[in-house]
């Protein structure tokens, strides 16, 4: 079993930044793409960024040059720094990630618990 847990989020005002963490812990053999989604209330869950194992990187249009995806691939934990953020950017961050548990095993990680991003006006 693996479990994503995501840290980083809080209460920001407008133009501030944040930078969002989320480690993979398990049984891990390797992984592959990993992401960060958010949803807002009453919205649906969107994707907001996504890093493939190579390092190749996409962006949501709405965060594009404001937002960056990296990774620690010895440390399985992927992170998302936010700057310039907006109060559109309110929202619960979740990552998700495609795994492999051995060499011959891959499936998609239940989601984590999330972690609440608020910026103020």
């Known amino acids: 079993q693996v479990q994503l847990v995501e840290s980083g989020g809080g209460l920001v005002q407008a133009g501030g930044s944040l930078r969002l963490s989320c480690a993979a812990s398990?049984?891990?053999?390797?992984?592959?793409?990993m992401a960060w989604y958010r949803q807002a209330p009453g919205k649906q869950r969107e994707l907001v960024a996504l890093?493939?194992?190579?390092?190749?990187?996409n962006y949501a249009d709405s965060v594009k040059g404001r937002f960056t995806i990296s990774r620690d691939y010895a440390k399985n934990t992927v992170y998302l720094q936010m700057n310039s953020l907006k109060p559109e950017d309110t929202a619960v961050y979740y990552c998700?990630?495609?795994?492999?548990?051995?060499?011959?095993?891959?499936?998609?990680?239940?989601w984590g618990q999330g972690t609440q991003v608020t910026v103020s006006s």
């Open positions: 890093i493939t194992s190579g390092g190749s990187t």
């Open positions: 998700n990630a495609d795994l492999r548990s051995s060499w011959d095993t891959a499936f998609n990680a239940d």
């Open positions: 398990g049984r891990i053999f390797s992984i592959d793409t």
